[in-house]
Nanobody
Framework: QVQLVESGGGLVQPGGSLRLSCVAS????????MGWYRQAPGKQRELVTT???????DYADSVKGRFTVSRDNAKNTVYLQMNGLEPEDTAVYYC????????????????WGQGTQVTVST
C-alpha cells in the first residue's frame, strides 16, 4: 500500500508561481510512474504531467513551458513547479502513483493523494 500526501496549494495571482509537493510512504518500492492530475470545478479530471522513476516526463499541452515535474527518489517526493499561473489552472491537484506491475496495459494499482487546492485569481 502507498500513501500520498500533497501540499503547497493556495491562492495566487495570475502570473504567479506555486510549488506542489507529494510525499509517498508505505510500499514505495512498488511505485513506478508518478504524476499529477487536476480537476477544475464542473470539469473532468485531467492529466497534468507524469514522471517515470527514470525521470522521463510528459506534460499536457496546456501546461507545457509553464509547469515542471520532478522527483527525488531518495526523499520519496514528487514536485510540481507551476509558473505563469493562469485562472484556468484553478483546480484541485491530485498526486498519482502507479504500481510497477501492469496487467493488460494497466497498473495493478493507482494511488491517489487527497488533493490540494490551487486557486489563481486577482
Amino acid at each position: 500500500q502507498v500513501q500520498l500526501v500533497e501540499s503547497g496549494g493556495g491562492l495566487v495571482q495570475p502570473g504567479g508561481s506555486l510549488r506542489l509537493s507529494c510525499v509517498a510512504s508505505g510500499s514505495i518500492f512498488s511505485v513506478s510512474t508518478m504524476g499529477w492530475y487536476r480537476q477544475a470545478p464542473g470539469k473532468q479530471r485531467e492529466l497534468v504531467t507524469t514522471i517515470t522513476s527514470g525521470g522521463r516526463t510528459d506534460y499536457a499541452d496546456s501546461v507545457k513551458g509553464r509547469f515542471t515535474v520532478s522527483r527525488d527518489n531518495a526523499k520519496n517526493t514528487v514536485y510540481l513547479q507551476m509558473n505563469g499561473l493562469e485562472p484556468e489552472d484553478t483546480a484541485v491537484y491530485y498526486c498519482n502513483a502507479k504500481h510497477s506491475i501492469y496487467l493488460n496495459g494497466r497498473p495493478l494499482h493507482d494511488y491517489w493523494g487527497q488533493g490540494t487546492q490551487v486557486t489563481v485569481s486577482t
